[in-house]
């Protein structure tokens, strides 16, 4: 049986959606509310940050690549003074473990198996050059079945999400350009992007201007067919690196995985907290189908 990057991509949509609820799930806004984090915000860089220790914000902006370094400014290094990482490791957990439990996913053995499998690949990807990968492997794994599964899921997510950022490095498309390229694909909406990353007209006019000058935008912010052709390699690319994320899995295994995996993310879909569009740009059109199809 063959791999290919379609399988990286294929397993993206089903393990980052386990992960995401994280950021949309009631249960983990009450949660940091708890520690004193202030607003949303706080918590999102907070939570997502903990593993690395009390960094400041421009550690952060560098790693998360797209947020503009004043919106993380605004959240860190504050939050260390409300709560430190531990308890926000602890909290972000604890809130992710009862978000899922709420959507129906249970300690059954569909549950632990792939938790187990999912966990199986994430401890041994590759960690070259994936430094949240990195910090969220050196945490120590939980026990219970279900907060295995979303802590396989969040190494696995940080770890595509380290690959696609290096992608981007190579190619010259900075992190503020690439929220703007990313809506001029239609893989997010734009007015999500520019509330969500914090864009004013001046700097969404600013990037669109670099993106033009590299001939992947045209003059009214539309793809060029440049454009579309260098947006697809550089999804392309990111398949083809995360899928060595996998190498640990025999083909069964990895038929098995698909199986377990995909109904548990379709009852996550089910709960409703995550929204359709998402800075992820998740795809949902393929879930109605748990077979890994190797070739």
């Known amino acids: 049986m063959s791999r290919t990057p379609t399988t990286a991509r294929r397993l993206f949509d089903r393990f980052e959606p386990v992960h995401a609820l994280t950021y949309f799930a009631p249960e983990s806004r009450q949660a940091f509310d708890e520690l004193g984090f202030r607003g949303y915000w706080m918590g999102y860089f907070g939570g997502r940050a903990a593993p690395l220790g009390t960094v400041g914000a421009d550690v952060v902006a560098a790693l998360f ?48 198996t792939a938790a187990d499998l999912l966990g199986k690949a994430a401890a041994a990807a590759p960690l070259d050059g994936r430094a949240l990968y990195a910090a969220n492997r050196a945490l120590p794994w939980p026990d219970e079945p279900v907060a295995r599964l979303w802590h396989a899921a969040t190494l696995l997510r940080e770890h595509r999400g380290d690959t696609h ?45 670099r993106l033009a000058a590299m001939g992947l935008l045209d003059d009214g912010g539309a793809l060029t067919d440049s454009g579309r052709a260098f947006k697809q390699h550089l999804e392309d690319t990111t398949d083809a690196m995360s899928l060595s994320a996998f190498d640990a899995l025999s083909d069964r295994e990895l038929e098995l995985l698909f199986a377990t995996l995909t109904p548990i993310t379709r009852a996550v879909i089910a709960g409703g907290d995550v929204p359709a569009a998402t800075p992820m740009g998740l795809r949902r059109d393929d879930l109605d189908d748990d077979r890994a199809h190797l070739d």
Not at 193 to 199: E, F, K
């Open 65 to 112: 690549y797209n947020f503009a370094p004043g919106h993380v400014a605004r959240a860190l290094p504050d939050a260390w003074e409300h709560a430190g990482p531990a308890a926000a490791l602890r909290a972000r957990e604890s809130a992710a473990v009862a978000a899922l439990r709420r959507c129906g996913v249970t300690d059954d053995d569909a549950v632990r």
């Open 165 to 209: 950022v290096a992608v981007l490095v190579a190619h010259g498309v900075g992190g503020r350009e690439s929220n703007v390229l990313h809506a001029a694909a239609d893989r997010v909406p734009k007015d999500f992007i520019v509330r969500s990353r914090q864009y004013d007209d001046a700097e969404w006019s600013s990037c669109s201007q």
